[in-house]
């Protein structure tokens, strides 16, 4: 399933917790493509903490307590990491990251925890909800065979890679344009993990991330971009997206296709993905001001001028992702989707 409904499924999860309809989540995916963001986003928005217990790194005892003698019985400590109403607040996530690395000894541990919510004599919230991630066995990770009584206790939901949405999680994130347009140009290097060579650096969600930083850090020294590249998405990506943003160069002026002016879009086609990019991204920083409307404007009509119609139905596309319907009432927006009405590929 793409983030994107992901991101629907487990928000309705959470709102239910109160309504005592939550079913425990658990997200099966390779490394890198996001199930731990995916939560922290959902805990963002409802501005909610999330309590991460990464229960590979437990003991059985770790979960269930220390047990101590009071007068004649032994009672169990609570481990302070479990929600508590006084300490976390009366809503939260529960997040069990790395389930698929437990050993069968925690795991069983785990079985009442999430899904009778109690451990003992501690009780999950009212308002809490169970959230759990993990990887598949042919992923190479450190992974055991999910028992069966521990698996229906949760509903299963597959990650995928959607190139869509991460660009639209890009944007939202104020990820560097050229990393954005360069994954437009070769969308197949958004996630590419070949678990046989075990690599240590490869392209997924996560590492393209990384890159951006890299950007930043090291795009005014040329002599180490490339390696500090590599160094995050492996040597293949980091040598292309290198050649990339150097060919870059031959842009054209972005702030004069802002301003309204002619400028011819460019021949090549890595170019055009840059160039749509670029303009995106000025379409997001100069939303809400009192010259949105004209610029606005002035990237719509510079949408309608690429040779291939596809790509200026993919820039106003992530534009309307991006900026919401306030698009559709900018006067040239008319114009340009009777330009284009019979391409019919956009998702606005």
């Known amino acids: 399933m793409r983030p994107s409904q992901l ?7 959470f709102l239910s917790a109160h309504s005592g309809q939550h079913t425990p989540v658990m997200l099966w995916g390779p490394p890198g493509v996001g199930k731990s963001q995916m939560v922290a986003q959902i805990a963002e928005r409802h501005d909610m903490p999330v309590i991460d217990i990464r229960l590979s790194q437990m003991e059985p ?11 004649s019985h032994v009672e169990w400590a609570i481990p302070a990491m479990l929600p508590d109403t006084e300490r976390h607040g009366e809503q939260g996530i529960l997040f069990l990251d790395e389930i698929t690395s437990v050993p069968p000894s925690v795991s069983a541990a785990a079985y009442q925890l999430i899904l009778d919510r109690r451990l003992g004599a501690y009780e999950v919230p009212e308002g809490w909800a169970i959230f759990a991630a993990g990887n598949r066995q042919g992923d190479r990770g450190v992974t055991y065979s999910m028992p069966a009584p521990l698996a229906n206790r949760f509903s299963h939901f597959e990650v995928d890679v959607n190139l869509d949405d991460w660009v639209a999680w890009a944007y939202a994130s104020g990820i ?12 197949e290097l958004l996630f590419e993990f070949d678990p046989s060579h075990n690599p240590v650096a490869f392209p997924s969600p996560r590492s393209w991330e990384f890159t951006h930083r890299a950007l930043q850090k090291f795009g005014d020294l040329p002599d180490l971009l490339t390696g500090a590249l590599q160094a995050c998405v492996g040597p293949a990506a980091g040598i ?12 054209p002026d972005i702030d004069a296709i802002v301003r309204g002016e002619t400028v011819p879009a460019p021949a090549e086609t890595d ?4 160039v749509a ?13 009192s010259d949105a409307a004209v610029i606005h404007g002035n990237i719509l009509d510079y949408a309608g001028t690429f040779t291939q119609r596809e790509m ?4 106003v596309s992530d534009m309307h992702r991006a900026i919401g319907e306030e698009l559709f009432s900018v006067p040239q927006f008319s114009r340009w989707a009777k330009l284009v009405a019979d391409v019919m590929l956009y998702d606005v």
Not at 7 to 13: I, S, W, Y
Not at 176 to 187: K, M, T, V
């Open 271 to 274: 170019l055009q993905y840059a």
């Open 7 to 13: 991101l629907t499924v487990l928000e309705r999860e």
């Open 61 to 71: 005892s770790d979960l269930r307590g220390i047990p101590f003698r009071v007068e």
């Open 240 to 251: 292309e997206l290198a050649a990339f943003v150097e060919n870059l160069e031959k842009l």
């Open 312 to 315: 200026g139905v993919m820039l």
């Open 176 to 187: 560097d344009d050229r990393l954005i347009a360069f994954l437009r140009f070769r969308p």
């Open 277 to 289: 990019a670029a303009l995106v991204g000025r379409a997001i920083r100069h939303r809400g001001g």
